[in-house]
């Protein structure tokens, strides 16, 4: 069984500055996908990013990159120049390869780490 | 409209009393998950179904939790005789097809609170 550990309940940054969350996992699978998901007090799961573990260039969305570190099983999402609506809670997610077999396409979550960022 | 849409958005109910909880999904989205997410806890996986086929159940806690969606589109959670621990927010996802290419859209959730 695969599982993910958001080792930082709380975090704070202030406007306009970079902040990292962190996420380790533990997997015996070779081939996997990883997730940020941002859940705001409305309670909307949201994708941020996505990382194929079989690609070595970390992903990048405009302000959100991560830095996949796959022989560490280590997953940090870094958010540049902060912004006020991106004060929700983070979440590392994991998710099987299509061919792995089993139950291959459900997510499995961190705890979660509470992000807020001051004006 | 055009997201996922989860009623009721709030449900008190006594313990021992049933309930369902309703999703309907983004129009054409082929895969529906179900998640359970306990107070300051991240998701936890319940069931998927692909159509109207449950393919995976394995995350229902008990045999007093049941899930079906018998033509493809709404899919309800149901929960037999609840207990204290069943208290957390229930979320539903829908996807256009299957795997990490195609994302998982969240509704806002159904919070259920057993007293």
């Known amino acids: 069984a695969q599982t993910v550990t958001q080792s930082q309940p709380e975090m704070s940054v202030q406007e306009a500055e970079t902040v990292t969350l962190s996420c380790t996992y533990d997997t015996s699978e070779s081939n996997y996908y990883l997730f940020w998901y941002k859940q705001p007090p409305s309670r909307q799961m949201i994708l941020v990013i996505r990382q194929e573990a079989y690609k070595q260039q970390n992903a990048t969305e405009n302000r959100f990159s991560v830095n996949f570190q796959k022989a560490a099983k280590s997953f940090s999402l870094k958010i540049s120049d902060s912004q006020l609506g991106d004060t929700a809670m983070y979440f590392c997610a994991f998710m099987k390869h299509a061919y792995s077999g089993g139950s291959n396409y459900k997510l499995t979550f961190g705890k979660g780490t509470l992000l807020t960022v001051n004006p | 409209g055009a997201g996922v849409s989860q009623s009721p958005r709030y449900k008190v109910a006594k313990r021992g009393q049933d309930v369902a909880l309703r999703c309907d999904p983004i129009s054409g989205h082929v895969s529906l998950f179900w998640y359970q997410q306990a107070l300051g806890q991240g998701p936890e996986f319940l069931t998927y179904?692909?159509?109207?086929?449950?393919l995976d159940k394995s995350g229902l806690p008990s045999d007093r939790f049941f899930a079906e969606r018998p033509e493809g589109s709404v899919s309800t959670l149901k929960i037999q005789r609840t207990q204290q621990e069943d208290s957390a927010v229930y979320l539903c996802?829908?996807?256009w097809g299957q795997g990490p290419n195609q994302p998982q859209h969240f509704g806002d959730g159904t919070r259920l609170s057993i007293l």
């Open positions: 996802a829908s996807s």
């Open positions: 179904f692909q159509n109207e086929a449950q």
